[in-house]
């Protein structure tokens, strides 16, 4: 496909699934609130919970960990479910997995060790994956699955349950998204050299999520911080025709640091999960203009299903590593 062509015809499903996500969110805070009331399937208030998951999964895991544990509702850790440490001495009563396809090979191994010892729940938007029968509640999520390989609104819209389930209102969000993922994007921020995204709190995993799309989408240098960190070495790179985007509360004096760098420095009062939605409308352009398609991007499939998957525990083919959104 010649450049131009992949410009007009790129990323047609990964456009339409991030334009959706005000509807899909709204959907997902309905099922989590009918779903809190009726008790029996989110964690309970106290527990100890670990949170799972592999790529954007992780990210969101690290969102929901900070909100859970920032309302009271108890410890809260996030892993990468390849480095996860769920033994007995850590006493989670229950175990958290976020995964799109429910066929990654490292969720699966965790789920299937888990199994008849610590009480799982999984997000899921395949309900015909094995994580299925492997977790002991499911909270089904299909009508945010996706057929881009870059994710964005099954991400987006686990967080949106899991939020609402701790407490946080979305209706802001809801709303303010709907101009964000169609609003025009600057010449400016399409031509951009570089991207770091900052956060603070619950937003740190959006700021590493925003990251993530625009090096998978658009194969470009991006970063990502805790925004108090940021000062701490990596605004060296700041510099002009390189941006700088901050989710959440602003830090004192960083506005006045990043006007020093000449750098294009974005924070806006829009709702960090709007905000979220909005760069994936820029990340999604920025491939655009690149002549790159984001549906099927360079060395990544939709899910790792490694060779030595456990046995039984996916029913489905497998194959050699690739990367997983």
């Known amino acids: 496909m010649t450049n131009a062509a992949a410009t007009a015809a790129g990323g047609a499903y990964m456009d339409e699934e991030l334009t959706s996500q005000p509807e899909v969110w ?6 989590a609130t009918a779903d809190g009331k009726a008790g029996n399937l989110l964690p309970r208030d106290g527990e100890r919970v670990a949170v799972i998951g592999c790529g954007t999964s992780w990210f969101m895991a690290q969102s929901y960990a900070v909100a859970r544990e920032s309302a009271g509702k108890g410890v809260t850790d996030p892993f990468a479910a390849s ?12 175990v958290v997995a976020i995964t799109r396809s429910g066929t990654t090979s490292e969720v699966l191994e965790i789920l299937t060790q888990l199994k008849g010892t610590v009480r799982t729940i999984a997000l899921v938007g395949d309900l015909g994956s094995p994580i299925m029968t492997l977790a002991d509640a499911v909270v089904e999520l299909p009508y945010a699955d996706e057929k881009s390989v870059v994710q964005t609104r099954f991400a987006t819209t686990a967080l949106a349950y899991l939020l609402t389930s701790v407490g946080m209102d979305l209706s802001r969000a809801v709303e303010e998204a709907k101009t964000a993922v169609s609003a025009p994007v600057e010449q400016e ?5 570089q991207f770091t995204f900052l956060g603070r709190g619950w937003t740190v995993g959006l700021a590493h999520e925003a990251g993530l799309k625009m090096r998978e989408a658009v194969q470009g240098w991006t970063e990502s911080y805790p925004a108090m960190e940021y000062r701490h ?3 060296a790179i700041a510099a002009p025709n390189r941006v700088t985007w901050l989710f959440g509360a ?15 420095y974005i ?6 999960l709007a905000e979220l939605a909005r760069v994936h409308r820029v990340t999604l352009e920025r491939a655009r203009a690149r002549g790159l398609d984001p549906d099927s991007p360079r060395n990544l499939t939709r899910s790792v ?10 029913s489905g083919p497998t194959s050699g590593p690739t990367a997983d959104s």
């Open 26 to 31: 709204a959907r997902a805070i309905e099922q």
């Open 83 to 94: 480095e996860a440490f769920l033994g007995s001495a850590r006493g989670y009563d229950t």
């Open 189 to 193: 921020l399409i031509d951009a050299e």
């Open 233 to 235: 070495g990596p605004i």
């Open 250 to 264: 602003q830090p004192e004096g960083l506005d006045a640091d990043m006007a020093r760098t000449g750098a294009l």
């Open 267 to 272: 924070h806006t009062d829009r709702h960090p």
């Open 305 to 314: 299903i490694l060779d030595d998957a456990i046995s039984g525990a996916a």
